[in-house]
């Protein structure tokens, strides 16, 4: 969640907005005027366009203020889109890592199985 500066009504010397009107960018934490849609410092996206309802969210924001829709990726989506194509074929790559992992499985829960029957 961004943190807001509270509103003061007090100017900033050289900027000429209020504290209200401004924003921190919450990768950097750079004071920013809320009406830049990128940070001065860091460059980075400030705002969020909700794909729901188009409302322009603050970027730290979980949820849209208008229609209460997740903005943000799950993190299980943002892995699943770096380990799978749009077309969901899987990689050469992939193989040996998928047959890894049910090995491991397995191993596992062999061993879990022997532990709890006392053999």
Do not use: D
């Amino acid at each position: 969640m961004p943190t807001r500066i509270k509103a003061s009504p007090e100017r900033e010397q050289g900027v000429g907005e209020t504290r209200e009107e401004q924003l921190l960018c919450p990768k950097c934490g750079e004071t920013n005027p809320r009406k830049h849609n990128v940070c001065t410092q860091c460059g980075a996206h400030l705002h969020i366009r909700c794909h729901a309802c188009g409302h322009r969210n603050e970027r730290g924001e979980a949820h849209c203020a208008e229609c209460g829709h997740r903005l943000h990726k799950s993190l299980l989506r943002r892995l699943e889109k770096k380990l799978f194509l749009k077309n969901r074929k899987l990689r050469i790559w992939q193989l040996p890592l998928l047959v890894a992992m049910v090995w491991v499985a397995y191993k596992l829960l062999r061993t879990i199985s022997e532990i709890g029957l006392g053999l």
